[in-house]
């Protein structure tokens, strides 16, 4: 089983800044990608940001040039920076990792974690 715990959410105003961090634990034998979600009241669940194992990222269209997303793998940690904070930021955060348990799923995703969700919120 793998555990993720959230860290770093809080209030802030306009343009400030926050960053998140999500730490995995457990049994890992290897991650295959990690990533930052965020969902608003009365909205679904959206991809923020993804770093896969290679370090390739991906982000989403209106964080662009404004969130960064960065490991530590020998922390087995997940962090988003986020900069110029605007109040349509304001969401609960949830990390994901995706990985293998154990030897034999080279290749492939056996887990699939989240953590438990830290609230973000930007004021104007």
């Known amino acids: 089983q793998v555990q993720l715990v959230e860290s770093g959410g809080g209030l802030v105003q306009a343009g400030g800044s926050l960053r998140l961090s999500c730490a995995a634990s457990?049994?890992?034998?290897?991650?295959?990608?990690m990533g930052w979600y965020r969902q608003a009241p009365g909205k679904q669940r959206e991809l923020v940001a993804l770093i896969s194992s290679g370090g390739s990222t991906n982000y989403a269209d209106s964080v662009k040039g404004r969130f960064t997303i960065s490991r530590d793998n020998a922390k087995n940690t997940v962090y988003l920076q986020m900069n110029s904070l605007k109040p349509e930021d304001t969401a609960v955060y949830y990390c994901n990792v995706e990985g293998c348990s154990g030897y034999g799923c080279y290749g492939e995703t056996d887990f699939s974690s989240w953590g438990q969700g830290t609230q973000v919120t930007v004021s104007s």
């Open positions: 457990g049994s890992i034998f290897s991650i295959n990608a």
